[in-house]
């Protein structure tokens, strides 16, 4: 069982930059593929971003390719989104999941079994 928490969201100008965390409250998040999804109002679920459990391996949405960048430290049992050049456009509120090992597929929010809450990221123009 693991528990996830997401950090560090917020009211940014366009073109500026945000990091998300995820941390594990519970169990540990290091044997375990984690990814970043977010959900603007009226839209459906969008795949943002995801790691490999060993760090070795990203994948990218289209829409953040070139200016966000996932990355993990198993140390401390916490996965990151740098999220630079941030656009009104990524205004959603971001939710990290986790599935041990590895997901069916990276980019699919029903592969994942574990959620995060949600944190709030809002991109002013």
């Known amino acids: 069982q693991v528990q996830l928490v997401e950090s560090g969201g917020g009211l940014v100008q366009a073109g500026g930059s945000l990091r998300l965390s995820c941390a594990a409250s519970?169990?540990?998040?290091?044997?375990?593929?984690t990814g970043w999804f977010r959900q603007a109002p009226g839209k459906e679920r969008e795949f943002v971003a995801a790691i490999s459990w060993s760090g070795g391996t990203t994948y990218y949405g289209d829409s953040v390719k070139g200016r966000f960048t996932i990355s993990r430290d198993n140390n401390k049992n916490t996965v990151y989104l740098q999220m630079n050049s941030l656009e009104p456009e990524d205004t959603a509120v971001y939710y990290c999941?986790?599935?041990?090992?590895?997901?069916?597929?990276?980019?699919?929010?029903?592969?994942?079994?574990?959620w995060g809450q949600g944190t709030q990221v809002t991109v002013s123009s």
């Open positions: 519970e169990g540990t998040l290091s044997s375990h593929a």
């Open positions: 999941a986790a599935r041990h090992l590895r997901p069916a597929y990276y980019n699919k929010a029903e592969s994942y079994t574990y």
